[in-house]
Antibody
Framework: EVQLVESGGGLVKPGGSLRLSCAAS????????MIWVRQAPGKGLEWVSS????????YYADSVKGRFTISRDNAKTSLYLQMNSLRAEDTAVYYC??????????????????????WGQGTLVTVSS | DIQMTQSPSSLSASVGDRVTITCRAS??????LNWYQQKPGRAPNLLIY???TLQSGVPSRFSGSGSGTDFTLTISSLQPEDSATYYC??????????FGQGTKVEIK
């Protein structure tokens, strides 16, 4: 069974740091890109960061660029998010998810499609003094 | 960045009703559109990818259609367990991957 389990959330003061982990199992972890998505209380979903299987391609949302660092350890089948200089607006449930990418043909035209599946259960980060 | 706009923001319907949720992209995204269902306190769950392909294990009452800028998610016969918030997400131009603001579906 494909499974993602996040950990590391908690209460931290503004300006503080936290490291989230996502333990993956049930699939060939190193061959998949992974992402972090967050959801502030009562709000929608926001993509935070993504990393390719070999860590060659890393991207961040503008809202976290320069403060958050995504990484992975393929030997440990784990994904990480180091969060520094935390702000109140970073308060959210943080989800990790696997990126599925496939070439699909529609109407004779082939394209590279991607989607997120599965998602972990999430870990809550609260930034407050 | 591509903006995704869903309508309505919420709806209330009866069991057995046909429900339609709309998602509009700020520019053409071909068929690069996915739908997720999120129940309260739970992680999002993939329903449909590439605009119309049903994820394995998802009930056939769910369907997706559209291309370009306008997309729809349809529940052909609403069931009590379909009470949830539904999100669309584009994968045409990423990063950033962007989501709609969500549509909350309630059962009357």
């Amino acid at each position: 069974e494909v499974q993602l389990v996040e950990s590391g959330g908690g209460l931290v003061k503004p300006g503080g740091s936290l490291r989230l982990s996502c333990a993956a199992s049930g699939f060939n972890f190193s061959t998949y890109s992974m992402i972090w998505v967050r959801q502030a209380p009562g709000k929608g979903l926001e993509w935070v960061s993504s990393i390719s299987g070999s860590s060659s391609y890393i991207y961040y949302a503008d809202s976290v660029k320069g403060r958050f660092t995504i990484s992975r350890d393929n030997a440990k089948t784990s994904l990480y998010l180091q969060m520094n200089s935390l702000r109140a607006e970073d308060t959210a449930v943080y989800y990790c998810a696997r990126v599925i990418s496939q070439m699909i043909m529609f109407g004779g035209v082939i394209g590279g499609y991607s989607w997120f599946d599965p998602w972990g259960q999430g870990t809550l980060v609260t930034v407050s003094s | 960045d591509i903006q995704m706009t869903q309508s309505p923001s919420s709806l209330s319907a009866s069991v057995g009703d046909r429900v339609t949720i709309t998602c509009r992209a700020s520019q053409s995204i071909s068929r690069y559109l996915n739908w997720y269902q999120q129940k309260p306190g739970r992680a999002p769950n993939l329903l449909i990818y590439a605009a119309s392909t049903l994820q394995s294990g998802v009930p056939s009452r769910f369907s997706g259609s559209g291309s370009g800028t306008d997309f729809t998610l349809t529940i052909s016969s609403l069931q009590p367990e379909d009470s949830a918030t539904y999100y669309c997400q584009q994968s045409y131009s990423a990063p950033p991957w962007t989501f709609g603001q969500g549509t909350k579906v309630e059962i009357k």
